[in-house]
């Protein structure tokens, strides 16, 4: 066919299924390239179920580039990603009955990278409401649900020993029922320094750092629950938001100036979350809030920990929240530490595996993965050759300190930057 | 099938008992009330009879706290057909006599064919609930049950007895009975799902009428456990130790010689 200068006519063109030119057979697809490619050679009607959720809109938008996979937490110790996820759901894999479904901690790092915004953070939680409500969900992760609901923490420790490990805290920890008077910070504890005993140790420490710069601040004591962010993360919506409910009419009945959080899962539900249900206040979380200490801080400083030490970006302060250098700043401020970076640091920054309900899906997790998120990190942190990894969330220390006994890395040393605070504080 | 569960909310005692200023009671306003575990067990007991030979399950309890609805909701989210609340002038820490002649009243009209309480509360001096109820409504009863199944008008009822013993009944239905603990754990009902049940859900109000019914007992005094001895911690090596015990055994008694 003579073609000149003058466009093809489309009418002109034919397609012949079976052409044969010069004895060579060049019959075949050619004009696909014109046409809707066949991507829907299956029953696509699981996407459209997740797709259909309020919250799970985005994960039809997904095109497959797969930029998701390469930064998965859980790809790297096991077989997992949003892309694989969308994939498999376009397949017509049930994601409501799939033991994928309880794997995302949502970390956030896929979203960071993503071209399309595939929402993990949203559909996720959309998705595994779906399953709670048909009660499929793992055992481990119901008795957190049931605790939280029961005892108001995840752990099960009764209410009336929330504040406990107030009393060995060398300090005065001021309750603000008893203390009938404004504040300047509201404390928030947090579960996990309130009850577990590495966390309880974060948290005496803190109440020694707030004594020494003479912070007036006040905590909540049996007053206090849970903040109940992971477990809406985790599909139980109905319990974050009658925690939500208690939570900012508790707070409602103190005046103070601003809320301080030990925790930055607390840090996101009460900035990010919380307002959405009324609540109107000011929180930080502690490493921030002690970095505007900072000047005063500092010469409390006296005792060197010689120590190569490095950091842990917790998924909810840093990308979740932007905050990758108040954790840092103090930790320079500690004379003798030199901090070294790992490769995934900051907004890259690896997941410890306890966000989004990983916190009590551990023995689950590790069915369906090669190792444990946290034993992967705490070899990272050793073969960067830190003696001590620092951490700034009450999951991890817990996390990270079992994961350094089960890949026989003991010598590593698990602290909170509060806890290395305070020791370095001490004569 | 109509199958009835009862229900009753006790003091949390995983929180501090407080007891009121003349030292005959706890103070009841000051403390959290929980539903009894033991009615726990019943209503899943009872959700499983239904999930296993069809019918409807009716919970009902005797509003003492103003926050009766919250349970009956979480009875509807696990499996409950139905909710029934007792009204009436009827405080904190309401004697299970009292509470067992409100529910019985109740549960005559409702004509069910086996009815499910805990066997015991925590709050409860007798363990009497579930016999009044099968007393007053002229029915067998069968207590510390572990199981249930029911076929053709008769329930095979699993009973525990001390020392690991267990029989088996067969009982004409209709008939009460005391559960012990299911045969399954309790379900879990998602906040989601009582949420979502508590805004469409109805709960039937019945006025209750107790006049003249005692508490078939009195507290004269309750206090807190006074420890009356201490343990006593043996030193010296593992066998200097094993000596002591042996010879303390040999005393008590507890040895055999050959």
Known sequence: MAVGLDKVKPEAITEDQH???????????????????????????KLEQVAALPGGESLAWCYGCGKCTAVCPVDIVGDYSPRKIHRKTQMGIDLFTSPDLWLCTTCRNCLRVCPKEVDMIQI??????QAV?????????????????????????????????????GVPVPILKDLKRPVD????????????????????????????????????????????????????????????????????????????????HEFNAFKNEYPKYGADFKVAHYTRFLVEHLDRLRPLLKKPINLKVTFHDPCYLGRHNGEYDAPRELLRAIPGIELVEMGRCRENGYCCGGGGGGMWLDSFTKEHTRMRLSERRVREAVEYGADVLAVCCPFEVSRFEDAAKSTGNDKLLVRDILELLDESMRP | MNIVATLKQIPNVTDELELNAAGTDLDHDALQYVLNEFDEQALEEAVLAKEAAGGTVTVMGVDTTGELDAALHTALAKGADRAIKITGDFPRGTASHVQARLLADAIQGLSPDIVFAGVQAADDRDGQLGPMLAAHLGLPYVGVVTGVSVKDG??????????????EFSVALPMVVGVQAAHQPPRYAPVSKIRQIAKTAKIDEVAGNADGQGAGSTVRRMFKPQSAGHAEIWEGSPDEVAEKIAALMDDRGLLKRP
């Open chain 1, 19 to 45: 052409l044969v030119v010069d004895g060579m057979d060049i019959s075949g697809h050619w004009n696909r390239m014109f046409a809707q490619r066949v991507i829907f050679d299956y029953d696509v009607d």
């Open chain 1, 124 to 129: 996720m939680p959309a998705v595994r409401e």
């Open chain 1, 133 to 169: 409500l048909q009660g499929n969900v793992p055992a481990e992760l119901q008795k957190a649900f049931e605790d939280t609901a029961k005892n108001g923490n995840p752990l099960g420790q009764p209410q009336r020993k929330r504040a406990d490990w107030a009393k060995t805290a």
């Open chain 1, 185 to 264: 910070i509201l404390w928030y504890v947090g579960s996990y320094p309130s009850y577990h005993p590495r966390g309880m140790d974060a948290a005496r420490a803190a109440a020694r750092i707030f004594n020494a710069l003479g912070i007036d601040f006040g905590i909540l004591g049996v007053e206090e629950k849970d903040d109940g962010d992971s477990q809406r993360l985790a599909g139980e919506k109905g319990l974050f938001e009658m925690l939500a409910e208690y939570n900012i009419a508790t707070f409602g009945k103190y005046a103070f100036g601003r809320m301080v959080v030990t925790g930055p």
């Open chain 2, 154 to 167: 008769q329930a095979i009822v699993h009973k525990e007895y001390a020392g690991g013993v267990m029989a």
